[in-house]
């Protein structure tokens, strides 16, 4: 968790001004609408350990579950906005699928102690 914590604050601190190359020179988004995408990206990633570590703190399961499913899902886009298009990336992409399995190994076991 602290991986998407620290990127994602990286990405709210700068007000969205990192990783923004991808979505200008490649998908040929304005720089303004790229910026915002990326501090978007970092909101979605603090707030997704934000629900985790408050479900645990409070025996809530139902928000750790769905901040596992936020991250999920922002590991799936990020991977394929990243290491797949234009050019594939087969390491990174291991390297995010192994992130994705630990998660999804969390998620199973978040859900089988809220029983």
Not at 29 to 48: C, K, N, T
Not at 52 to 73: D, P, T
Not at 80 to 92: D, G, H, M, N, S
Request: glycine share 8%; with cysteine.
């Amino acid at each position: 968790m602290s991986m998407f914590a620290w990127s994602g604050g990286q990405k709210i601190r700068k007000l969205g001004n990192t990783q923004t190359k991808q979505f200008i020179e490649v998908f040929k988004f304005p720089e303004s609408l790229a910026i915002a995408l990326v501090f978007m990206a970092g909101i979605w990633e603090v707030g997704s350990v934000a629900a985790i570590a408050y479900g645990e703190y409070s025996s809530e399961k139902w928000f750790v579950l769905r901040g596992i499913e936020a991250l999920m899902v922002f590991t799936v886009l990020a991977t394929l906005i990243y290491k797949v298009y234009p050019k594939r990336k087969p390491i990174q992409i291991a390297a995010n699928a192994s992130v994705l399995g630990g998660l999804l190994l969390f998620h199973i076991c978040s859900r089988s102690d809220s029983s």
